[in-house]
């Protein structure tokens, strides 16, 4: 099936678990393939692809692909062979990710043909060991008995998707829209509101520097860094000084978004048009997913104050402060704060000398973030979303206004 080489065993992935930290083969059916980029007004860099596979064993696994032209050729329906990817473990989710020996084959495409020929037809022409084509085998006589669960996999024309639509009422406008589906999200053509079920895949960070290597674009992932204990760096990075309402950030701090966010010299949600100055929570894209699509939220300040538990940036910096300057005795949160390298800037709030809080919010924030990236652990959340047709996804086109849990939650009472 391939020239290159494998470098580890073909295993099922209900056995990804025994293999962490190995290169291994994988047969598997794509359900979904999303491209994580930050577009720029100049152009934008696709940085990583995320796809979402299956076989016999197991309904749902992440692999991350770095490369585009394997990005390029991962299609939702298909049944691929990826050459020696590598797992890893992030906290207690278990995913594969590309390296440079890596490849994508595809073997059975299109989606359609699952339905439409027998197993012994589509693994015939396979030219690969005994052993593959068993496993293609058991994978596609598994894809075609869930035929029915992927219709909406693979959709070339509107006429396919009529079933998303067909309880509307046009040509009739609404300020608000609930939406079933975050694939008939995706297809809305009006600016307007919209309401719907999908749970948090990933927090990504909007990074000022689109010239980072590999380890460094990682560190854009939230749900990665909140595996690693020792990195206490994601306040800085997700916190800056910028307006409280709007939530623009005002570039008062080094290594700002000045460059990439045209900071407006009014703010548009103030009576007096004047920013209020505080510690905000820098913007960011938050990829939300149900079973049919996958799509990013920009997310600013006052939204992101909802979604982590109505804790305020202010709040969580300078506890985050304290913990930084009690757990390295030699260093201060004045110290960093002067350092030419620091991206905070000095504020009294922020990095003031204060007793030891009785609660530190910092730490509780950071479980409250884990908490939310628990993939398939959580349900649905609810979200209302600003859809601007103008944008594309990645720069603003469906802007967050609140999100609702499934239950009655109210951290900051119980913190306060």
């Keep these: ?44 860099e696709v940085i990583r692809t995320d796809i979402k596979v299956a076989d016999d064993t197991r309904s749902f696994f992440s692999v991350s692909l770095w490369q585009r032209k394997m990005a390029a050729a991962a299609i939702p329906g298909d049944v691929v062979l990826l050459q020696n990817v590598k797992l890893r473990k992030f906290g207690d989710s278990i995913g594969a ?36 084509k068993e496993k293609l085998r058991k994978v596609v006589q598994w894809a075609k008995g869930a035929g029915s ?34 694939s008939e999200v995706s297809r809305l053509t009006e600016s ?14 909007l990074s000022p520097c689109m010239n980072l290597d590999e380890p460094q674009k990682e560190k854009l992932f939230v749900s990665r860094r909140l595996s690693n204990d020792e990195d206490f760096g994601l306040a800085e990075d997700l916190i800056c000084t910028g307006c409280q309402l709007c939530g623009s950030p005002l570039g008062l701090e080094n290594g700002s978004m000045v460059d990439q ?42 939204a992101a104050e909802v979604l982590f538990g109505n804790i305020k ?18 260093s201060s949160a004045d110290a960093e704060s002067s350092h030419p390298g620091s991206r905070i800037a000095s504020s009294p709030q922020a990095i003031k000398k204060a007793e030891r809080p009785s609660k530190n919010l910092f730490l509780i924030w950071l479980i409250f973030l884990k908490m939310l990236l ?15 047709t103008s944008m594309d996804k990645e720069n603003g086109r469906f802007e967050m206004v609140s999100s609702t849990f499934p239950c009655s939650l109210s951290i900051n009472r119980s913190l306060d």
């Design 192 to 205: 307007c509101k919209a309401k719907f079920d999908a749970s948090i895949g990933e927090i990504f960070l």
């Design 97 to 132: 990710t590309t390296a440079h020996c890596s490849s994508l084959v595809c073997i059975i495409h299109p989606y359609e043909a699952l339905l439409s020929e027998g197993g012994d037809e589509l693994t015939a022409n396979c030219r690969a060991g005994l052993a593959a």
């Design 313 to 330: 940036a202010e709040k969580i910096y300078s506890h985050y402060s304290w913990h930084k300057s009690h757990s390295h005795p030699h």
């Design 1 to 44: 099936m391939s020239v290159i080489g494998w470098y580890g065993p073909l295993i099922d992935l209900s056995q990804a678990a025994l293999h962490v930290g190995d290169f291994v083969q994988l047969i598997v059916f794509i359900h979904r393939s999303t491209p994580v980029q930050y577009k720029l007004s100049n152009g934008g």
């Design 149 to 182: 669960t992927f219709r909406n996999i693979k959709l070339h024309s509107d006429q396919k998707n009529y079933h998303f639509f067909r309880n509307w009422k046009l040509p009739e406008k609404r300020m608000s829209r609930d939406c079933f589906s975050l």
């Design 374 to 388: 628990e993939q398939g652990k959580n349900s649905p959340l609810k979200f209302e979303v600003t859809v601007n």
């Design 261 to 302: 966010i045209s900071v407006p010299l009014y703010c548009s949600k103030s009576l007096n048009r004047l920013h209020v100055v505080s510690m905000i929570y820098r913007p960011f894209l938050l990829y939300v997913w149900d079973e049919s699509e996958c799509i990013p939220l920009l997310v600013k300040n006052q």
